[in-house]
C-alpha cells in the first residue's frame, strides 16, 4: 500500500465517530424537577452535543483540532513573551 493511500485511510478514520453517548439529567426540587437528555458523539476531527430540554433542542458542533491548534499557538507565544 502507498503512503499516499495510508494517509488517506487515516484522514478518513477521524471523522469516523468512536464515542457515542447518552445521559439523562435532573435539575430541582419537587415539582419544578426538570429532566433533559444530552447526546454527545465524538470523533477525532470534531464533536457534536445535543441537549433535549423542555424548552427546546440545542446543538454545540466543536472541532477539537481547532482548539488544540490555539491552545499550542498561545502557550508558544506566551513562551517567545516571557523568554
Do not use: C, N
Not at 5 to 10: E, H, I, N, R, S
Not at 52 to 73: C, D, E, N, S, V
Amino acid at each position: 500500500m502507498e503512503l499516499t493511500t495510508m494517509g488517506w485511510l487515516f484522514m478518513m478514520a477521524g471523522f469516523i465517530p468512536w464515542r457515542i453517548a447518552q445521559r439523562e439529567m435532573t435539575k430541582g426540587k419537587g415539582r419544578r424537577r426538570q429532566r433533559w437528555t444530552t447526546l454527545t458523539v465524538q470523533a477525532t476531527f470534531w464533536q457534536v452535543q445535543i441537549e433535549r430540554r423542555p424548552q427546546g433542542l440545542t446543538w454545540q458542533f466543536t472541532l477539537p483540532l481547532i482548539i488544540w491548534l490555539k491552545t499550542a499557538i498561545w502557550a508558544a507565544l506566551r513562551d517567545l513573551i516571557q523568554g
